[in-house]
């Protein structure tokens, strides 16, 4: 048999960290990601490359932050000559497989991987309508509708999840098959799930199990705002949620992830009923938070830790601690890194991320606390206000530094504030790290040069959209999306 191992890499949707049991949550949640935990290292300090999804799985799959790959909104395309995680893998002898959610643009629907399954719910092409959600329409997207039509009901984001672990349960079975056969090559399998993104809609039975028992958000919406954040709460309508909304959308969303945890439950038994859990590397993370409520704000688009810290677990028997947590801060780029040092594969020759195996391996490992995230944006979507924005985060030990284009900066100390509710950029007594953090930030990205390349950018997508709206091109890998699946019940139905 090869003592190369497998790879089994689990990586949702908009999974809040504090959700979960193995982060501090008493609500039961996730009691098989829990049981992971117990079985490998928990990386408490775990940061996303961007608040949003298409550049957070872009710089993923390729170690590249946003702005070192051009991709930084959730209509940009990532270059099919980028090297990724899976180029990586294919060059090391693993023949890496997706099961469902990807969410790049274009006509690469594979970006290495050779085999597929399941697919993703929205077109391969910008110009061209999205999913219609029918009952549910815009509950998916950065809008006030998403909070007043949350409750039960069926969202066909989870309904295409249970079709993706089906069919990861599915391909692990065919796996063991082969295994029996003779077949010893070891597997590298990526498993891409929707949940716990809103619609803030779970199945009725799900929605039971946490009503009456998800109360306020624990962090409160604070006496002054940030301009930037000030102006996006307005944006959003987000000033006079009722309270039994947000208690109700809240509940969805512990719905929503029990529901992916349950999913990962069958997965990860299917790979222990198989065998095939002997030396798989197993990891979880998500492409990043959500607020969920938390100082009265709501889906991502931040750098509050409840949007852009993700879960992240690490699992390999006899080759990783069991039990184990670390405080050191790193990012998905780093992620990726890890998981190719850990296969055998070459690492990505241009990458921005720093394998972390020893750090997993050993909690005293020679480390630099130190990351970045960015949220860029035109002023295209419709949810942007018609404001774009040029945003950088630096984590850098106990502090973090916001930078925002045309505002002024935050600064706090996680040490001491954990919840960020005391802005110290002002502080007198802080500008020495204030200053060091912002030349930081400011070493290696221009705001204005992000501008000229996006607007640049813009331009070839106009054309890209006209074209795909003129000649309506086929999407490849695209699972069946009908509108008439989603549906509401109870108060929001109303």
């Not at 987000?238 to 992830?257: F, G, K, M, N, Q």
């Not at 607020?291 to 990783?320: C, N, Q």
């Not at 040490?415 to 960020?420: A, G, K, L, R």
Request: proline fraction near 7%; glycine fraction near 8%.
């Amino acid at each position: 048999m090869s003592d190369r191992p497998n790879l089994l890499f689990i990586f949702s949707d908009q999974h809040a960290r504090p959700v979960a049991g193995f982060s501090g949550d008493r609500l039961g949640v996730t009691p098989n990601l829990d049981r992971l935990a117990t079985q490998g290292v928990v990386f408490d300090n775990a940061y996303c490359p961007s608040p949003i999804c298409v550049p957070s799985r872009m710089s993923m799959l390729t170690t590249r932050h946003p702005y070192a790959q051009d991709c930084w909104t959730n209509d940009d395309f990532l270059a099919s000559d980028r090297p990724t995680m899976a180029h990586a893998l294919g060059a090391a002898g693993y023949r890496p497989a997706l099961v469902g959610r990807l969410h790049a643009l274009g006509p690469d629907q594979l970006h290495g991987y050779v085999e597929r399954e399941v697919g993703d719910h929205s077109p391969n092409w910008i110009g061209i309508p999205r999913h219609d959600m029918g009952v549910l329409t815009n509950t998916n997207e950065p809008e006030r509708v998403s909070l007043d039509r949350a409750g039960p009901g069926r969202s066909v984001y989870e309904l295409k999840d249970r079709d993706v672990g089906a069919a990861a349960v599915q391909w692990l079975e065919r796996a063991a098959a082969r295994r029996r056969s003779g077949d010893t090559a070891p597997f590298a399998l990526t498993v891409g799930l929707m949940l716990p993104h809103a619609p803030y809609v779970a199945a009725p039975a799900d929605y039971a199990r946490f009503a009456g028992r998800v109360g306020p958000a624990r962090v409160k919406r604070p006496d002054k705002d940030h301009p930037w954040i000030g102006w996006w709460r307005d944006n959003r309508r987000l000033l006079d949620v009722p309270e039994s909304d947000a208690i109700r959308a809240r509940t969805a969303y512990y719905a929503l992830t029990w529901r992916m945890d349950a999913l990962i439950g069958s997965i990860l038994q299917t790979l222990e009923a198989t065998g095939l859990d002997r030396n798989t590397l197993i990891v979880y993370a998500s492409d990043h938070g959500d607020h969920i409520g938390e100082r009265g704000l709501w889906w991502k688009h931040t750098f509050y830790d409840e949007a852009v810290k993700v879960p992240m677990i690490l699992s390999w028997p006899g080759r990783l601690p069991q039990g184990e947590r670390r405080q050191q801060v790193v990012n998905l780029v780093d992620l990726t890194a890890t998981m190719l040092e850990a296969l055998g594969a070459p690492a990505l020759p241009n990458g921005q991320g720093r394998s972390f195996l020893d750090v997993a391996r050993s909690r005293s490992a020679r480390w630099v606390d130190e990351t970045y995230a960015e949220y860029c944006t035109d002023e295209v979507p419709p949810w942007t206000g018609g404001m774009a924005v040029r945003q950088r985060m630096i984590r850098c030990g106990r502090w973090k530094l916001v930078y925002y284009h045309g505002y002024p900066p935050q600064l706090f100390d996680l040490d001491s504030d954990p919840d960020e509710s005391r802005d110290l950029a002002g502080d007198p007594a802080q500008a020495e790290i204030r200053e060091t953090l912002l030349g930081r930030v400011l070493a290696d990205w221009d705001p204005e040069e992000i501008d000229r390349r996006m607007r640049q950018r813009r331009r070839d997508k106009d054309v890209l959209g006209a074209w795909a709206r003129a000649t309506q091109p086929q999407s490849a890998y695209l699972w069946p999306v009908r509108a008439a699946d989603n549906r509401l019940e109870g108060r929001a139905a109303e």
